[in-house]
T-cell receptor, first 113, second 111 residues
């Protein structure tokens, strides 16, 4: 049973480009969470999704950021027109339901140059 | 008040000692409580979870939960240098829709 898979592991983008981060949850998990971690800081909640639905996006910046979790395929976190301040590690986690433990992927480290 | 609060540390303990990590939370409706360990540059790894008041032991780790005081702690007995990491407290509840993480406590175990 593969764990949570994120790709790419490392992503370099120039300012103004788009970044697309992918997350495939563990088998049997339909709840996906995205977190951002800035250097030397804790995890910040961004968005919580179930299949085809955004349940809570209270941690998402209002502009340039979007997320989806389609019926088929991985969850996608999209950052448009990236800026240097978007450089961070982005972690995806999945769980069976809202209160069960969440398991994390290895993260995508985004660097904006 | 932050939803989940932890001392950022660093907490430094000698090898073989007991490390005590603490976490308080604001939502009385919280029902699930987790401790994650994160090594530098790595992803968080679940090490303990607890749902009921009292203690839960797993090897060298003991999680303690006091819902009345809105307090959860993690004790690490016989601390080893390999325990040096950031420990994240995480809280889940059915009223909300997300697991909230504290900022983490850095632990250093000195050989």
């Amino acid at each position: 049973n593969a764990g949570v898979m994120q790709n790419p592991r490392h992503l370099v983008r120039r300012r103004g480009q788009e970044a697309r981060l992918r997350c495939s949850p563990m088998k049997g998990h339909s709840h996906v969470y995205w977190y951002r971690q800035l250097p030397e800081e804790g995890l910040k909640f961004m968005v919580y999704l179930q299949k085809e639905n955004i349940i809570d996006e209270s941690g998402m910046p209002k502009e340039r950021f979007s997320a989806e979790f389609p019926k088929e395929g991985p969850s996608i976190l999209r950052i448009q027109q990236v800026v240097r301040g978007d450089s961070a590690a982005y972690f995806c986690a999945s769980s069976e339901d809202r209160v069960s433990e969440a398991f994390f992927g290895q993260g995508t480290r985004l660097t904006v140059v | 008040q932050k939803e989940v609060e932890q001392n950022s540390g660093p907490l430094s303990v000698p090898e073989g000692a007991i490390a005590s990590l603490n976490c308080t939370y604001s939502d009385r409706g919280s029902q699930s409580f987790f401790w994650y360990r994160q090594y530098s540059g790595k992803s968080p790894e679940l090490i303990m979870f607890i749902y009921s008041n009292g203690d839960k032991e797993d090897g060298r780790f003991t999680a303690q939960l006091n819902k009345a005081s809105q307090y959860v702690s993690l004790l690490i007995r016989d601390s080893q240098p390999s325990d040096s990491a950031t420990y994240l407290c995480a809280i889940g509840n059915t009223g909300g829709f997300k697991t909230i993480f504290g900022a983490g406590t850095r632990l250093f175990v000195k050989a």
